[in-house]
């Protein structure tokens, strides 16, 4: 069976709940704080093995307790941690995270030892045996994301990248790329069309799919909207659910749909699994 790929960020999580996400200048009062695992790189790896793909990691932590904990619930998840890299010198990734009321949220991101990611494993023969696939996203340097996808094609691995947070990709990057995946932020910053319904989910996709082989745009409570490159695009009404907290639910919606793929289910069909996997997500309390 061949594996999936990760390479990514890895941070340490505080999670604040509050009634509301405070405004410039505002101090707001919070009911309740967690201590969790994060990161999208970390958090795909581990959707991917829940799904039942194989899964390794490259990474960078530090020489920290964070680290360690990091490194421990990728561990615990199954996932391939011999391509982490425990630094020194710099600590371990972290974020900031508040809930609302609503279920929504904001982060602040604090990249630190993601910043150091050695592209040496990358040219290790070693690393990619039986991969069939990489996963990235844009929460590490962008040369990370560019040595990284140069092998994978060199080998003609599958690449996906989930463009999360928004940036323009540079054009060594993007002409690695296989299928995009973004939600509609992220859309409408590629494209130039705001994304708040399915029809324009899939007048971003289409437009999108002129760039990429495969593009899927997630548009929350809207659905997804899909498209591959010389075709129209489809669409999917989101499930009816009761919303606890959409925080992970992209990292959830990329790690299944990168297994349905890996294990060469249509674009399709691994759009619908993924959908109905982020639904489950975000109505389940954590």
């Known amino acids: 069976m061949s594996k999936i790929v990760v390479v990514g960020s890895l941070h340490y ?3 604040l709940d509050a009634h509301h996400r405070p405004e410039k200048g505002e101090t707001v009062m919070g009911t309740a704080c967690h201590y969790k695992f994060g990161g ?16 390794s990691f490259a990474g960078a932590v530090g020489a920290d307790e964070q680290g360690r904990f990091l490194l421990h619930v990728l561990q615990s998840a199954g996932v391939g941690c011999d391509a982490v890299e425990i630094i020194d010198t710099v600590p371990s990734g972290m974020s900031v995270a508040i809930t609302d009321a609503e279920g929504d949220y904001g982060a602040v991101i604090v990249s630190n030892a993601n910043q150091h990611i050695s592209e040496k494993t ?4 070693i690393f990619w045996q039986h991969t069939g696939m990489l996963i990235l ?3 590490v340097p962008e040369v990370t994301n560019i040595a990284a996808s140069t092998e994978a094609r060199r080998r003609g691995i599958s690449v996906l990248i989930n463009a999360a947070p928004a940036r323009q990709l540079h054009v060594d990057l993007e002409k690695n790329i296989d299928l995009l995946l973004v939600n509609a932020v992220e859309a ?11 029809d324009t989910a899939m007048q971003a996709a289409e437009a999108l799919a002129q760039r990429f082989p495969q593009v899927v745009v997630t548009a929350g409570e809207h ?7 010389g075709n129209i695009a489809h669409s999917l009404e989101a499930k009816k659910i009761s919303l606890i ?19 060469k289910q249509s674009l399709a069909d691994a759009v619908m699994l993924a959908n109905d996997a982020a639904a489950r997500h975000v109505s389940q309390p954590r």
Not at 122 to 125: P, V
């Open 137 to 139: 996203q844009n929460e």
């Open 188 to 198: 409408r910053d590629m494209s130039n069309i705001t994304v708040n319904s399915l």
């Open 13 to 15: 999580d505080i999670m």
């Open 40 to 55: 999208k790189g970390g958090n795909q790896a581990i959707a991917a093995s829940k799904a039942g793909a194989t899964v």
């Open 122 to 125: 990358f040219h290790d023969d």
């Open 245 to 263: 907290s959409t925080h992970g639910a992209g990292d959830c919606f990329t790690g299944v749909l990168s297994h349905a793929l890996s294990q």
């Open 223 to 229: 659905g997804v909207a899909w498209c591959e490159s």
